[in-house]
């Protein structure tokens, strides 16, 4: 078993290379704004404001209060994985540096396993998707943005293939999770 897990993570590794350094100059720019967080303050304030003129200003303020929790409840399952696992993240691996593009200043936290961004942005994907079912293709649309967000990790250096790809499995499950229990807080304070 551990011979096994050992192999799944030398593919992992080199996958992440072969990824990484498929990254250039002409690009880093573009990835390194895609994968920070603030850029996108503006795209998440037209998704609420979406929500907002769909379902109304009872509904709406219950959806931040759980889009709130999702976030925290996400973040705080990522934090709990890494420091769990313990996995260094690849630009903090000795033996990688030599081998690997390192497109961001500063490497994050010590731990790799798995993706926050992963996570939080397919969480956020997800759950507006599906609160936004009025709009026909907003949900694949924002999942292309979710896998872009998981990608742009492995391109700056900081997160395996497989972080990213546990962390989207898990952000998935967080943002359907949390849309099913924001439906039922919206129909408790409609139906009263």
Known sequence: MIEMLDQLLQYDTEL????NNLGSPSWDGFWLAYTAKTYWIPFYALLLYFMYRQWGKIPFLITVAVVALMILFTDQITNLFK??????????????????????????????FF??????????AVFAGLMLKNFKYLIYVLVVWAIAMAYSRIYVGVHYPLDVLCGMLFGSLSGFLFYRVNLYFIRLKTNA
């Open 16 to 19: 992440f290379l072969y990824l």
């Open 115 to 124: 993706s926050g961004h992963a996570a939080n942005s397919m969480a956020v």
């Open 83 to 112: 420091y769990g696992f313990e996995r260094p993240r690849p630009c903090h691996v000795e033996a990688l540096i030599n081998q690997m593009r390192i497109v961001r200043k500063g490497c994050g936290g010590p731990y790799s």
